[in-house]
C-alpha cells in the first residue's frame, strides 16, 4: 500500500472520472517542507506563521519574517503557497504580548482581532509577506474574520503599505492574492457577499465546528457534540463553495477535515478546489481520489445534506466508498 502510494508523489490529484483537485499541505515553519516535497503537495494551503512568534522574548522583526516566508515560496517553485496571518490568542499567548485575561478566550481578543489594535506588529507581518511575494506565488489569508469590515480594514493596511514598499524601492507582486478563512458561522452564513470582495476562501472547519456545534475542542467532556459531519456543518460548507464559485472565486479548506477519509467524497461533490492536510496525509487521499467519480460524489451530496444526524452522514459516506 505504502510502495503504492510513493508512486504517487509526482502524479496529480484526478478522479477516476478526469476530475482534478488541488491536494495541499499544512506547514508551520520552514523545516516541514521536506515533508510537503516528500509527499508531492501541490502546494501549501496553510503555513501557520504563529510558530514564528512562539518560543522567544520578542516580536520576530521584518527582515526575519521576510527570509522565512520567502524560503517556503522558493522552496515551491511557482507553486500556491497561502501564508496565514498571525493567529494568537485563545489557547496560544505570547510571553512578550500582553493579553487581557478573558473569561472566554476562544471568543475573545485574538488573531486578526488583536492584528487590527496592535497595526505596527501587522503590518511589519504584512512587509515581510509583500516582500516575499516577489519570490513566489504567495497569498495572503486573514483567519477569524467575523465581519466585513474587519475584510476591509485589513485589506486597508495590505494596500497602505504597498505604497509603501514601492515608495521605498521595493520589488512584490502587485497582484497578490488576499484571502480569509471561514471558521466563523457568520462568515459562512454570508459568504455570498465576501465573496465579491475576497479573492479565495479556505474554511477552517477546526474552528468552524467548534463554533457552530457550540463545542469547544478542546474539551474531553463535549467531544461528543464537536461534529465536522454534522448536517448544519455541511450546509455551511456548500454555502461557502457555492458563494465563491458564483463569484469566479475559489475555495479551500485547511480544517482536519480535508484530509479525512469520509470527507473527501463530500467535499469533492460540492466542488471544494483545494484540500490542504496534514503531508503524511497527501498521498492517501491521492489514492483514494482516484478511485471516486466526481458524478458520483455530487449524487452523494445530494443525500448527505438530508440526513438528520452526523451519524447518518458517516454511514452513508462509509456504504460508498465500500
Ligand atoms: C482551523 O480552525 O480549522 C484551522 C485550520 O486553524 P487552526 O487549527 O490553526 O485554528
Ligand atoms: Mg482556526
Redesign the pocket.
Known amino acids: 500500500e505504502k510502495a503504492k502510494q510513493k508512486k504517487l508523489v509526482g502524479e496529480p490529484s484526478v478522479t477516476a472520472d478526469g476530475e482534478c483537485v488541488e491536494l495541499a499541505a499544512n506547514i508551520g515553519t520552514p523545516d516541514d517542507m521536506r515533508g510537503v516535497l516528500e509527499n508531492g503537495a501541490e502546494g501549501i494551503g ?1 503555513y ?1 506563521t504563529e510558530f514564528l512568534y512562539m518560543g522567544r522574548d520578542s516580536f520576530p522583526g521584518e527582515e526575519e519574517q521576510f527570509e522565512a516566508y520567502r524560503t517556503v515560496v522558493e522552496r515551491m517553485n511557482g507553486a500556491p503557497v497561502v501564508i496565514r496571518t498571525l ?1 494568537i490568542g485563545g489557547d496560544k499567548n505570547l510571553p512578550y504580548l500582553d493579553l487581557p485575561e478573558e473569561l472566554n478566550p476562544f471568543l475573545g481578543f485574538r488573531a486578526l482581532r488583536l492584528c487590527l489594535e496592535k497595526t505596527d506588529m501587522f503590518r511589519t507581518q504584512l512587509r515581510a509577506l509583500l516582500r516575499a511575494s516577489h519570490y513566489g506565488n504567495l497569498k495572503i489569508m486573514f ?1 477569524m474574520v467575523a465581519t466585513l469590515e474587519e475584510f476591509r480594514a485589513a485589506k486597508g493596511l495590505v494596500e497602505e503599505e504597498k505604497k509603501r514598499l514601492t515608495d521605498e524601492g521595493f520589488s512584490f507582486d502587485s497582484q497578490v492574492s488576499v484571502g480569509i ?1 471561514v ?1 466563523i458561522p457568520s462568515t459562512a452564513v454570508a459568504a455570498a457577499s465576501f465573496a465579491k470582495e475576497v479573492d479565495f476562501f479556505s474554511i ?5 465546528v467548534q463554533y457552530t456545534l457550540a463545542a469547544d475542542r478542546m474539551s474531553e467532556r463535549v467531544s461528543h457534540l464537536y461534529q465536522p459531519y454534522h448536517p448544519a456543518v455541511l450546509q455551511l460548507i456548500k454555502n461557502v463553495i457555492d458563494a465563491s464559485h458564483a463569484e469566479g472565486k475559489w475555495t479551500g479548506m ?2 482536519e477535515m480535508a484530509g479525512e477519509e469520509t470527507a473527501l467524497p463530500i467535499l469533492l461533490g460540492m466542488g471544494l478546489d483545494e484540500f490542504s492536510m496534514s503531508a503524511s496525509s497527501i498521498l492517501p487521499a491521492r489514492s483514494l481520489m482516484r478511485t471516486l467519480s466526481g458524478n458520483d460524489a455530487r449524487a452523494l451530496v445530494e443525500r448527505a445534506l438530508v440526513c438528520g444526524t452526523a451519524d447518518e452522514v458517516k454511514e452513508l459516506v462509509h456504504a460508498e466508498i465500500k
Open positions: 496553510l501557520r493567529d483567519p478563512m471558521e477552517g472547519t477546526n474552528d468552524l485547511c480544517g
